[in-house]
């Protein structure tokens, strides 16, 4: 409708003043993520190509198709396509202002909600935790990691039901706390096997909390549940208590961090300034673990060295501008809730990931958005995207509605 009230307006443009300019609205700003985007899915399809090489050849061949790297190809091309597609849908298809069983987020819930379940009674476990549903086992085996669902769909329950409840939200019993017991529950199912993943939504939706005007005592509320739940989760997984004791003597003796570390570290310092060239790297022969995935970040660096580095760095530092200006221009609550959401998910996500390999952080399994190897991260990411764009677009639209 807001197509055709666009075509009228422009056909049978009214008068303007004198002097009057029209207000500028860039393609930058609507199609700059896009780009960044589609530049991020490419140097990942690349590493992730590089960093899968192996020495031996004709095993190489032979299973190709089982390797990280033929999956990626794949799912590069296929992520592109759900971007371009979730672009045209309508983000307001997903809001909450309708009854609840007319709204596509809903039954988005419903089913995360099932499937964070079945994950735990019948996912397959893979370095000590169960994360993964397996849809087509065999050599080139598909598998789904509901968490990360579960992830954006608090992201998109949470806009949606505080830009529903608008101010209202500051009412405790009755508006602020169902909406954390909600995610509360999924972060708890998460946490039992994904501790990463479950205290990002946390705090994600602790920050959509805050700007979406909840009181600042409310706040602190959770808090009191929810740090000793994640401190509880560290110390009953020997796993989660070595990284951290790891970490904090790596403080006081260098020898004491562990292997995975002390890896990414020397794949970063060995690549200088430009480099050893791509596909010349040799931490991925076996020394450096989760070179694929969580620590491709390093595989970047010792590859392509510090300007490599600065090329996937400067690529996000875009994408958080081009989104704070989507954030900015929205006019719609749920717009600019949603977007806010999406592009704190993928910053803070990449922040973490970069610190993680960069030995600022303890290491944690939290791929780089784009670039890790994994369909489920890359094409949910694509998603949450294409929703971005969808908001850009329809915001771009309003400007240009206004200055007629």
Not at 107 to 120: D, K, M, N, Q, R
Request: some cysteine; proline content about 5%.
């Amino acid at each position: 409708m807001s197509m055709i009230i666009s075509k009228t307006v422009k056909k049978n443009p009214p008068k303007k003043p004198y002097g009057w300019k029209e207000k500028p609205t860039s393609p930058v700003g609507d199609f700059g993520i896009e780009i960044v985007v589609l530049l991020l899915m490419a140097t990942g399809t690349v590493f992730v190509y590089s960093a899968g090489a192996t020495l031996n050849p004709i095993l190489e061949r032979a299973h190709f198709y089982e390797t990280p790297m033929f999956k990626q190809i794949v799912f590069f091309p296929l992520a592109v396509g759900v971007l371009l597609l979730m672009r045209q849908v309508n983000y307001q298809w997903l809001h909450l202002r309708r009854p609840l069983w007319k709204s596509l987020t809903f039954y988005l819930v419903i089913v995360s909600f099932l499937l964070l379940v079945a994950v735990l009674l019948f996912g397959q476990e893979r370095n000590q935790s169960k994360r993964w549903l397996d849809l087509m086992p065999g050599p080139g085996y598909l598998s789904f990691q509901p968490s990360e669902l579960a992830k954006w769909v608090m992201i998109l329950f949470t806009a949606a039901y505080l830009d529903k409840v608008g101010g209202e939200i500051r009412i405790f019993k009755k508006r602020f706390l169902p909406l954390c017991g909600l995610v509360g529950l999924a972060v708890f199912l998460i946490v039992i096997e994904d501790f990463g993943t479950a205290a990002f939504i946390a705090l994600i939706v602790f920050l959509l909390l805050w700007l979406g005007g909840a009181a600042w005592w409310h706040l602190v509320s959770p808090l009191s549940l929810a740090l000793p739940g994640f401190f509880a989760a560290v110390m009953l997984s020997p796993t989660r208590i070595n990284r951290v004791k790891s970490f904090f003597s790596y403080l006081f003796d260098e020898q004491g961090l562990p292997y995975q570390a002390q890896q990414s570290l020397k794949a970063i310092s060995t690549g200088g300034l430009w480099g050893a060239g791509l596909g010349r790297g040799i931490f991925k022969y076996g020394h450096l673990p989760e070179d694929t995935t969580d620590f491709i970040f390093a595989v970047i660096s010792e590859e392509m060295g510090f300007i490599g580095a600065i090329w996937v760095l400067l690529l996000f530092i875009l994408f958080v501008l081009f989104g704070l200006r989507i954030i900015l221009r929205c006019e719609d609550r749920f717009g600019k809730l949603l977007s806010a959401g999406i592009v704190f998910a993928i910053s803070i996500q990449a922040a973490v990931n970069i610190g993680v390999v960069t030995v600022v952080l303890p290491t944690k399994g939290i791929p780089l958005p784009f670039v890790s190897a994994g369909g489920t991260s890359l094409l949910l990411t694509a998603a949450a995207t294409g929703l971005l764009l969808n908001i850009a677009r329809q915001s771009s639209e309003s400007e240009e509605l206004s200055t007629l």
